[in-house]
């Protein structure tokens, strides 16, 4: 199996990009402080999940998804605060927020199958 073909990594990845799409239409303020943060937590979430694919040991596998639910967090989060601040408009911040329960979901789910694979 091939990185591209794991749903959780290509919608980590398209959820990233249209928050990047979003925080360059910001101000300079905004964008250095709540859209770099935003941004870097949401590129974590594929990245992590890269770095850990490439690791050959269930066990570092594992660790780098764990990393990957933390950026997921951080990155609702930080939609939290965007939403708050009247960063991004209600119908982007429901969409995101019904993303990353989706990714959350198969995250764990992906998690759930590095560890159960051990077993075998």
Same mark, same amino acid.
């Given at each position: 199996? &091939?990185? !591209? !073909?794991? +749903?959780?990594?290509? $919608?980590? $990845?398209? $959820? /990233?990009? %249209?928050?990047?799409?979003?925080?360059?239409?910001?101000?300079?303020?905004? %964008?250095?402080?709540?859209?770099?943060? $935003?941004? &870097?937590?949401?590129?974590?979430?594929? /990245? +992590?999940?890269?770095?850990?694919?490439?690791?050959?040991?269930?066990? !570092?596998?594992?660790?780098?998804?764990?990393?990957?639910?933390?950026?997921?967090?951080?990155? %609702?989060?930080?939609?939290?605060?965007?939403? +708050? #601040? #009247?960063?991004?408009? /209600?119908?982007?911040?429901?969409?995101?927020?019904?993303?990353? !329960?989706?990714? /959350?979901?198969?995250?764990?789910?992906?998690?759930?199958?590095?560890?159960?694979? %051990?077993?075998?």
């Amino acid at each position: 199996m &091939k990185l !591209e !073909e794991l +749903n959780v990594y290509r $919608m980590a $990845m398209e $959820m /990233a990009d %249209k928050i990047w799409d979003i925080v360059t239409g910001w101000d300079y303020f905004a %964008k250095d402080t709540v859209g770099k943060q $935003m941004v &870097k937590a949401a590129d974590s979430i594929a /990245a +992590n999940l890269s770095e850990g694919f490439g690791r050959y040991h269930y066990r !570092e596998k594992t660790n780098f998804s764990y990393y990957s639910r933390g950026s997921l967090f951080e990155t %609702k989060t930080w939609l939290v605060k965007a939403f +708050n #601040r #009247r960063l991004i408009k /209600a119908e982007d911040y429901d969409l995101f927020i019904s993303q990353t !329960e989706d990714i /959350a979901i198969r995250l764990n789910n992906y998690i759930r199958s590095t560890t159960c694979s %051990k077993n075998n």
